[in-house]
């Protein structure tokens, strides 16, 4: 599992944000509903999207809607960041030097 921002991995059981995202028919028979996709962010890009400008698209909107609305009831998911922040080594690398090259599809916000 990794971050779909920073692509940094997220392990089983470590802090991040799970959101999931199914379709289902509405109206029609028979009723069809599909398999939930699971994307994670890590606490990180979860506070920095959701303190971030709103991103283009509806789904974009309404993921931003959902993470903001989680960093700014309790503080903390903020503080998970500022853990990881702490710890330093989770820093992105600055593009154009050494280090994990970010594809460019995953520099800015959500992407479905
Ligand atoms: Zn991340």
């Known amino acids: ?28 028979r028979p ?17 920095s999207l959701a303190m971030g400008p709103p991103p283009e698209g509806a789904l974009n909107m309404a993921a931003w809607d959902m993470m903001r609305e989680l960093v700014g009831s309790d503080p903390a998911l903020n503080h998970a960041a500022w853990e990881a922040l702490s710890g330093i080594n989770g820093l992105l690398p600055a593009t154009g030097t050494e280090g994990e090259r970010v594809p460019p599809q995953a520099n800015g916000y959500f992407e479905f």
């Open 1 to 28: 599992m990794h971050c779909l921002r920073c692509h940094r991995e997220i392990e089983p059981g470590h802090k991040s944000v799970a959101l999931y995202m199914f379709a289902q028919t509405v109206g029609i």
């Open 31 to 47: 009723r069809q509903k599909s398999t939930a996709q699971r994307i994670s962010f890590c606490p990180q890009c979860s506070v």
